[in-house]
């Protein structure tokens, strides 16, 4: 046995000490931009990201749709492997069809369904237009558009079919798939379209350009693409069917594997990663974890880790600690692991990213993060939240709230993620099944996280995350300070900014 002479302590036991802000520190010139892998130092890293931001390998967060919304924002999103071989393969290929600014029709119909069908799609998809094809498949021949301004539901008779409504692909403007993102954006801005279908020589659908994505890509600049102009997107793997299920993911796409697992300093994340580096060398990337200590950190990076998690117990739907009476506070483990990761670099010359998994309740928390040493930080709740994750928006007292469930309960029954002695059925849960308040738009929750990691760093007197990491200065919080930041104050009413 031996006992740490240490206090185990969260990103919440801590505040940060502003440093001089200089006349270059200015939003524009704050540079968030992370590597996603290991690299040599001074090399440039195969994956980096402008957006130091990556969404859970979990089921209430990371669909195709929120997969390619982080990607705008510069993210990167891991889909989750609690599903079979072909399901998750198939949400890593929607994903990439993907190009910044050309989308994968997604929202289409037949001419043939009725109003209320196409109503009922709309509704359902949180979206106010479909593509009409033949097939109703996203590369059947393009027949027309119709959108919610074409219709009401107390005015047309919803029994009536699509093509009594829509506009008809003659009377529309379209494009070759030969067009540039430039001249595809002309066409919209010159002819006043929300919509630009594609469409080849044949009439068949190749893809869609939407206005609302020109504007996205002014407000975020840096989408996270890969060399062919198409969203990155990652993939979550285990250590059991792994030699199925990574060649699957690597035919489908995917940039980034991560192996997910609660905890992760285990040999058969070792075979794992073995596997993968006798397959494929260096030209698959994968990460491990989760780790709370430089000795798992240094097992996994020895190992070939491409990247390292770190966190156990520290995520607001898990309640491994309370279960299991393992893991660590997760500033405690970010400071362990860090010092692990600067030795192991001084040591090799080669530097391994860490991702902070846990912990995050706000944006401050990523800061800290962050200022510890993080190099990306992982968010379940977080992106929950938002319109564009798979969970059920549900209304409870009269407030809306967002379904949210861990992979350690009982209704992901995630086993190859959480073993309980090798069977098929969790034996005991680690985590939990719940609701998180409803935020809205992650484009715009994304912006505001951005604006406030932003704005901290400059106070802290740094341009970009390293710099930040090394001249940071940090306070342990007293329960006294505490409670005076959490002092109590009775809020004006204000209308809500959901909409809703």
């Known amino acids: 046995m031996r006992i740490l002479d240490e206090v185990?302590?969260?990103?919440?036991?801590?505040?940060?000490?502003?440093?001089?802000?200089?006349?270059?520190?200015t939003p524009d010139n704050v540079d968030?931009?992370?590597?996603?892998?290991?690299?040599?130092?001074?090399?440039?890293?195969?994956?980096?990201?402008?957006?130091?931001?990556?969404?859970?390998?979990?089921s209430a967060v990371s669909s195709p749709r929120l997969a390619i919304a982080l990607a705008q924002c510069g993210g990167l999103s891991f889909v989750h492997q609690n599903q079979s071989v072909e399901a998750q393969a198939a949400m890593v290929t929607a994903v990439k069809r993907h190009k910044a600014g050309f989308r994968f029709s997604d929202i289409n119909i037949k001419?043939?369904?009725?109003?209320g069908e196409v109503a009922a799609l709309l509704a359902s998809a949180e979206r106010d237009v479909a593509v009409v094809t033949d097939d109703g498949s996203p590369h059947g021949l393009f027949v027309g558009l119709i959108s919610t301004d074409d219709f009401h539901p107390r005015r047309h008779d919803l029994g009536d079919s699509v093509e009594s409504r829509m506009r008809r692909a003659a009377d529309l403007?379209?494009?070759?798939?030969?067009?540039?993102?430039?001249?595809?954006?002309?066409?919209?801005?010159?002819?006043?379209?929300?919509?630009?279908?594609?469409?080849?020589?044949?009439?068949?659908?190749?893809s869609i350009v939407l206005r609302r994505d020109y504007e996205l890509h002014k407000q975020f600049r840096n989408e996270s693409i890969d060399a062919d102009?198409?969203?990155?997107?990652?993939?979550g793997v285990n250590t059991?069917?792994?030699?199925?299920?990574i060649p699957a993911l690597v035919d489908a796409g995917a940039d980034l594997l991560c192996i997910d697992s609660s905890d992760g300093y285990s040999v058969w994340q070792a075979d794992t990663l073995a596997f993968v580096r006798d397959t494929y060398g260096e030209d698959v990337r994968i990460g491990a974890g989760n780790v709370v200590d430089g000795r798992a950190f240094r097992y996994l990076a020895e190992a070939g880790a491409d990247f390292v998690k770190v966190g156990i117990g520290g995520g607001s739907i898990c309640i491994t600690r309370d279960q299991k009476g393992i893991g660590r506070g997760q500033a405690s483990a970010l400071i362990d692991v860090v010092e692990a990761r600067d030795a192991y670099l001084r040591e090799t010359g080669v530097y391994v990213p860490l991702c902070c998994d846990g912990g995050l309740l706000t944006d401050s928390h990523m800061a800290v993060a962050f200022a510890l040493g993080a190099d990306f930080v992982m968010l379940g709740r977080y992106f929950a939240r938002f319109d564009e994750s798979p969970a059920p928006l549900v209304r409870v007292g009269g407030q809306f709230f967002k379904e949210y469930w861990g992979e350690g309960s009982n209704r992901a029954r995630n086993v190859t993620r959480y073993e309980h002695g090798g069977g098929t059925e969790l034996a005991f849960e680690e985590g939990v099944d719940g609701y998180v308040p409803y935020a809205g738009s992650l484009y715009d929750n994304v912006g505001t996280t951005i604006a406030k990691l932003k704005a901290t760093m400059i106070s802290c007197g740094a341009t970009d995350l390293p710099q930040f990491h090394d001249n940071a200065v940090l306070v342990p919080v007293s329960q006294q300070s505490f409670l005076q930041n959490t002092a109590e104050i009775r809020l004006r009413d204000r209308p809500s900014d959901t909409g809703r």
């Open 240 to 245: 059991h069917d792994y030699r199925e299920r």
């Open 8 to 25: 185990s302590r969260t990103l919440n036991e801590y505040l940060l000490v502003p440093n001089l802000t200089t006349a270059d520190c």
């Open 173 to 206: 403007v379209t494009a070759p798939p030969t067009v540039s993102l430039s001249e595809a954006n002309t066409l919209i801005w010159d002819h006043r379209l929300d919509v630009l279908p594609v469409v080849d020589d044949e009439g068949l659908l190749h």
């Open 111 to 115: 001419p043939s369904a009725t109003l």
């Open 229 to 235: 102009k198409r969203f990155r997107v990652g993939a």
């Open 32 to 58: 968030l931009s992370v590597p996603l892998v290991r690299h040599r130092l001074g090399e440039e890293p195969a994956i980096r990201v402008a957006t130091p931001l990556t969404s859970a390998v979990m």
